[in-house]
C-alpha cells in the first residue's frame, strides 16, 4: 500500500511525495574514531570503508561520496554489506566507517553508538519519498500513517 523510496522521486508505479532530504557523513564506534584520528579526507580513504551494495541503484556509494568531495580517484577497501542495518552494526562493532544518513542514523548518533568521524557532511543527491499507488485507495490505517509522516516531515 505505501512504501518509502529513496532517489528523485520519479517512478512509474507509484505516486510520490517529498519527506525528506537527508546528509551523508562517515560514522564509525567512538572506540575506532579515538584509535584512527582522521586529519584528512586522504586519512579516511585509508581506513576501512564499509560498503553497501543495495538492489537499489539510487543508493550512494562511499566512491560517490568521495566525488562529491571533490576525491573522484579512491580506491574503496573494506568489508560489503547488502543491508543497511548490518552494515551500521558492522561500524558500531569497530569494523571501519559507514556512510552515514544523519536522519537514519539519530538514534545511534544521540546515543554515541556511532560517532561523526569527521566534519565533512554532504546533501544526499536523492531524497526520501512516500510512494502509494495511483490506482489504489489507502486503507484507513495506511492513510493514519502517511498523516503521520506528513506531520513528522512539518516538525
Known amino acids: ?3 518509502i523510496r529513496y532517489g528523485s522521486g520519479n517512478w512509474p508505479d507509484c505516486e510520490a511525495e517529498h519527506v525528506f532530504d537527508d ?3 562517515p560514522v564509525c564506534s567512538p572506540a575506532f574514531a ?6 584528512d579526507l586522504d586519512a579516511l580513504a585509508n581506513l576501512p570503508l564499509i560498503q553497501m551494495h543495495s538492489v537499489d541503484a539510487g543508493w550512494t556509494t562511499w566512491r560517490e561520496w568521495f566525488a562529491m568531495v571533490g576525491r573522484p580517484a579512491v580506491t574503496i577497501k573494506g568489508p560489503s554489506f547488502n543491508n543497511y542495518t548490518i552494515a551500521l552494526q558492522a561500524a558500531e562493532n569497530g569494523s571501519g566507517v559507514a556512510l552515514g544518513w544523519r536522519r537514519l542514523i539519530a538514534p545511534r548518533l544521540q546515543s554515541s ?6 566534519d565533512v557532511a554532504v546533501a544526499a543527491p536523492g531524497a526520501f519519498y512516500l510512494c502509494f499507488r495511483r490506482d489504489q485507495k489507502l486503507q484507513p490505517d495506511v492513510e493514519l500513517l502517511s498523516a503521520w509522516l506528513r506531520q513528522e516531515k512539518l516538525s
Not at 34 to 39: F, I
Open 1 to 3: 500500500d505505501l512504501t
Open 23 to 25: 546528509e551523508l557523513m
Open 34 to 39: 579515538r584509535a584512527n584520528p582522521v586529519a
Open 113 to 118: 553508538a556511532l560517532v561523526p568521524l569527521t
